[in-house]
């Protein structure tokens, strides 16, 4: 019962452009949404976050944007740069255990100079 | 550098032996999240311990996994009898409260 999907295992995107990486969930408790960034053979580090109140959250080159309804959430980074090339992951959580994440499976970001 | 540490870093073990995996909090962070990756998933959740308590254990498989997080030292996650079932990146995070977890850089598991 996979409750976070990244349904696009990869997306390739050239330096300068928008990259915008999708998320679906299922479960309606899930209140709190974040990104995480992975690099090979390292953990994965927080990027971004947004709560069920809000529908976009800004942070320098990225922005989430949730639409609750849809229950859908996407990350954008504008524009791209090749360090950004990494595994991103999506991951949810309720009020109950904010530390308790739900994560996707993962797309691998891969910008080219 | 105060980041989550966790060792080792890569673990062999044959099947039917103990693996033992640590990990240290940042410091100021009393919560402490052991996740685990198979390949080519995303990361699941196993565990969530304070200090001295199991505040969630329902990702833990109901055998030979165990977890602690003791008063003085490194949290533990421990397990028995490893089966090839269960080489995988575990990660620890760890977190003040409320606030985003950070992630240790894992320990690679394999069993042989």
């Known amino acids: 019962d996979q409750q976070v999907k990244q349904n696009s295992p990869s997306l390739s995107v050239q330096e300068g452009r928008i990259s915008i990486l999708n998320c679906d969930y299922t479960n309606s408790m899930f209140d709190y949404f974040l990104w995480y960034k992975k690099y090979p053979a390292e953990g994965p580090t927080f990027l971004i976050s947004i709560s069920s109140i809000k529908d976009k959250n800004e942070d320098g080159r990225f922005t989430v944007f949730l639409n609750k309804s849809a229950k859908h959430l996407s990350l954008h980074i504008v524009p791209s740069q090749p360090g950004d090339s990494a595994v991103y992951f999506c991951?949810?959580?309720?009020?109950?255990?904010?530390?308790?994440?739900?994560f996707g499976q993962g797309t691998i970001l891969t910008v080219h100079p | 550098n105060a980041g989550v540490m966790q060792n080792p870093r890569h673990l062999v073990r044959r099947r039917g032996q103990e693996a033992r995996l640590r990990c240290s909090p940042m410091k100021g962070h009393s919560h402490v999240y052991w996740y685990r990756q198979l390949p080519e998933e995303g990361l699941k959740f196993m565990v969530y311990l304070q200090k001295e308590n199991i505040i969630d254990e329902s990702g833990m498989p109901k055998e030979r996994f165990s977890a602690e997080f003791p008063k003085e030292g490194p949290s533990i996650l421990r397990i028995q009898q490893v089966v090839r079932g269960d080489s995988a990146a575990y990660f620890c995070?760890?977190?003040?409260?409320?606030?985003?977890?950070?992630f240790g850089n894992g320990t690679r598991l394999t069993v042989t």
């Open positions: 995070a760890s977190s003040g409260g409320e606030s985003p977890l950070h």
């Open positions: 991951a949810a959580s309720d009020q109950t255990s904010y530390g308790k994440l739900t």
